[in-house]
């Protein structure tokens, strides 16, 4: 029998309203969501209530995104839905973490908010952005990248699909050069330049909080963006090393396909990472989690 892994969804995925009908119907959802206000006021009404500005201020972003992927997550476990393994799309892979046992709901909750704060200040101190390149290969992306001083290859989603990061300046020429290499580029609504060198300093500050973090081995196998393997060794040096290095998605999810997993089930908003799962194999099943309905679905499918 093939095992279940539960992926955990990155910035971007926020909605306006997310949450909501969970935190409504799901008692489960509901007791994070409360359990997330004891340690940051109003994350419950940034979810339900904010509007998508300022949602998608990435110092609230990510303590949002975090909860709801919780929520969604440990709901299914109370309904019987048990994760084999688990991984998570950039601060997704916090949330993951808290999951499988590396530290609590509320530890994670206070890493999440620091790390979004740094990282947005980190984003404020420079013009930059990012775009996400369709129809070239990897190795294509990385060339054209090289042609430029601040342009870099961050994430690596899965076959066709390569996000790139870098100053604004250079992302236009960039962009066009893609188009001349028949890629389309797609400019990201992202507040800064994620995984890559434009957050050294954010991932410095990070590895100041995580001093005092309790962090402990993780009771499931999760998968680490950095490593694209699961997490052994000196979890609070991956943790620093993820915020200015590459999301290695794609050899991610291969890596926990060799490893049993047959059922991928993604969990917060949206349904990005069900879409990357798909096209990098045919042969799995994948389910996306994120409203009561949905979550209803999947315990029925595989509860």
């Known amino acids: ?48 209530e904010a509007d998508e500005a300022t949602l998608k201020e990435t110092k609230n972003t990510q303590p949002c995104i975090y909860t709801m992927d919780y929520a969604v997550a440990e709901a299914l476990r109370e309904a019987g839905v048990k994760a084999d393994m688990v991984a998570g799309y950039s601060l997704g892979e916090l949330a ?101 060198p434009f957050m050294a300093e954010a991932a410095e500050g990070f590895a100041g909080v995580l001093e005092s973090a309790e962090i402990s081995e993780t009771e499931i196998p999760a998968y680490s963006n950095y490593t694209s393997k699961a997490y052994e060794g000196d979890y609070r040096d991956m943790l620093v090393k993820q915020i200015s290095n590459p999301v290695r998605w794609k050899n991610e999810i291969r890596n926990m396909i060799e490893a049993g997993v047959d059922t991928f089930v993604e969990v917060g908003p949206g349904n990005a990472l069900a879409k990357m799962v798909t096209r990098i194999s045919k042969d799995v099943t994948v389910i996306s989690v994120n409203s009561a309905e949905s979550f209803r679905e999947a315990v029925e499918r595989i509860g």
């Open 1 to 48: 029998m093939g095992k279940t892994a539960f992926i955990f969804a990155g910035q971007g995925a926020q909605k306006p309203g997310m949450g909501k009908d969970l935190y409504d119907n799901i008692p489960a959802a509901a007791q994070v969501f409360d359990r997330a206000d004891k340690v940051r006021e109003k994350t419950s009404w940034q979810c339900f």
């Open 96 to 196: 993951a973490l808290a999951f499988a046992g590396a530290f609590t709901f509320e530890e994670g909750l206070r890493l999440v908010s620091e790390r979004g704060a740094l990282m947005q200040t980190a984003s404020e101190a420079c013009e930059t952005g990012m775009t996400a390149v369709l129809k070239l290969s990897d190795e294509k992306v990385e060339e054209i990248c090289g042609r430029y001083n601040q342009v870099y290859p961050v994430n690596f989603n899965c076959d066709g699909q390569v996000s790139v990061a870098g100053v604004k300046d250079e992302l236009g020429e960039f962009n066009q050069a893609v188009k001349a290499e028949g890629g389309l580029p797609r400019v990201l609504q992202v507040s800064g330049a994620f995984h890559s």
